[in-house]
């Protein structure tokens, strides 16, 4: 006899990031549009996690990876090397910043991060500098979900409830002038915030420190906040001075998202390891890579001879391909030029139409990478109360019609919200309009009805 089998609903055998909110079925995307299967369209102008930097559907992505897809999709890294590998470390040393041009890739923006704390490390043990093992990051940074990488990051929210299983990392304070750590303000305090590294370093004992990771421009946990001029190259100087490799997570910023093709770019300030990740498969593929320099390989390979570290999709040749074709069409349409073009753009609406509004507290950006910090006092700068959830309710609502944004949450470690624009750079300004609009159309509404 034929046993029927237990029905099952498909949707709920996925274990979906969100448990409060049902989601809309996602059916087609294209450009910097997606549609849902009740055939609602929305503008995406957070780019997923400021990822789709080429835009959806792209068919040069698609052909690409088709084409390798065919000729073959799986080789191990130790076993074989690939054209398609070889071609894209190219391009990217093309672009990247003097001396960082060799690549080696993995899948995510946490591995890149953990990649390149791992590979300091073993570049000091290759140069005979075995003490030096400490890492020094910043508070409210963002690196990555993996216990190493969450480590680094100084998002206490995010870090809470695994603070028991986290590796030692050190924190200062960052480059948040709109509240400065020390109460001061630029230029006159000096940077305080980026000399606060050398006190660390020489606090922690300046032989035992590897490496310093930072954000050349804060993302997803201060709601994009570029640092003050000077202070990318005084972190240079110093991590110089006392011999520690200089990291800069490029995984947001980097393939043009500011208007460069890298962060560190706008003041030439040339880090030792770089990572990279979301624009560089621009959605289309999971791939990250650390870039590091020639010099350094070749102290590991003249000394143990291998790194020691590897993961299965690593050097993955189809991410590879979908890579190459995402940089030949930054390439060929100039995007790095027009995210810094439509990015001003964007900046200007943004100050023009929110400026005014009690509950903007700042509006700071670059490139296309913008954020709108939200508080019910402005002179104060007084954040809304966590628990009211005023970012997440106007996100919601900016969801309801139509248009999609990223947002940052308790940027003063528990009170604090921001929205985040991060959108395709073939985004056009009438796009760039409605989502301004929209958001100046939620604004208030959301605020008054949660708040009186
Ligand atoms: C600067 C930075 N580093 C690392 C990560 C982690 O990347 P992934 O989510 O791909 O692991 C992110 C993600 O938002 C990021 O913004």
Redesign the pocket.
Known sequence: MKTEKPRVDAHRCVFPRRFDKALPRAVKANGVWIEDDAGKRYLDAGGG??VVNVGHGREEIIRAVSDQMTDFYYLHGTLFTATVLEELAELLARHSPTGLNRFYFMS??????ETAVKLARQIHLECGRPNRVRLISRWKS?????LG?LAASGRTYFREPFTPLLPEVTHIPPPYCLRCSYGLSFPKCGLRCAMALEETILNLGQDTVSAFIA?PVS??TLGVYPPPPGYLPLIREICQKYGLLLIF?????GMGRTGRWFACQHENVLPDLM?L??GLGSGAI?L?AVAAKPEHLEAISRGSGNFVHGGTFSHHVVAAAAAQAVVRIIEEEDLVTRADEMGRYLGERLKAKLGGSPYVLDIRGIGLMWGVELGRNKAGLEPFPRNLKIVERIREAMFQQGVLVYLSTALGGKDGDAIVFGPPFIIERPEIDLAVDTLAAVLERVVVSHTQ
């Open positions: 996690a400021l995510s923006g946490s591995e890149a991060v963002y690196h990555g979900l993996t990488a954000e993302g997803a997570d490029e995984v947001m910023t990572t990740g979301k999971p990250s």
